[in-house]
């Protein structure tokens, strides 16, 4: 019987292992938003390391991924700000994380999924609208990225007590006052 675990580590490990430690125990480890904090990855990492491991095969990897993702907000496309904030409250309360959720800590988290973005998209020279030569394999990791940054940047507005939405609302109106549209 397999017990399923997600995990997830601040560095980039992101594959499945399965492990036999007498039981068989199955390790998610791919690009998600959360990131286990420093102390609870290194009791994680004792316990793996010394456990004999195998690596699985993407199209394993793929198949455990797409059934973790299944349920009902694997469907939901049009989301408020406000409906989000509240998951990831949820999320990391539920957890146990708030105590990790500063907003430095969030920030760096945040910028590292830009960086994680970034990299997507080095050395391909400009990109047409629409990414129309990607895979749609390349087309879901990039959303994944981008899920990530706005993830972490509602949770970090939340922690510094900003309306994202509103606050957002504001900058357009003062963008429009200070670039008006060319007169024609």
């Known amino acids: 019987m397999l017990l399923p675990l997600l995990v997830h580590l601040h560095h980039p490990i992101h594959q499945l292992l399965l492990c036999k430690p007498g039981g068989v125990l199955l390790i998610c480890l791919y690009a998600c938003l959360w990131r286990l904090p420093s102390p609870l990855c290194k009791s994680i990492d004792s316990l793996v390391s010394p456990l004999v491991c195998q690596k699985r095969s993407d199209k394993d990897m793929e198949g455990d991924k797409r059934k973790a993702m299944e349920g009902e907000e694997a469907g939901v496309t049009d989301v ?54 990607w895979k749609e394999s390349e087309k879901e990791h990039v959303g994944e990225e981008l899920s990530d940054v706005l993830l972490y940047l509602i949770r970090l507005s939340d922690v510094c007590g900003i309306d994202l939405g509103d606050a957002a609302t504001k900058k357009i109106v003062k963008n429009a006052i200070k670039y008006p549209p060319k007169a024609t």
Do not use: C
């Open 80 to 133: 408020s700000l406000k409906e989000l904030s509240k998951k990831l409250e949820e999320f990391a309360r539920e957890r146990d994380w708030e105590q990790y959720h500063s907003p430095r800590n969030l920030l760096l988290a945040m910028v590292g999924e830009v960086g994680e973005l970034a990299e997507i998209f080095t050395w391909r020279g400009e990109v047409a609208k629409g990414l129309p030569n």
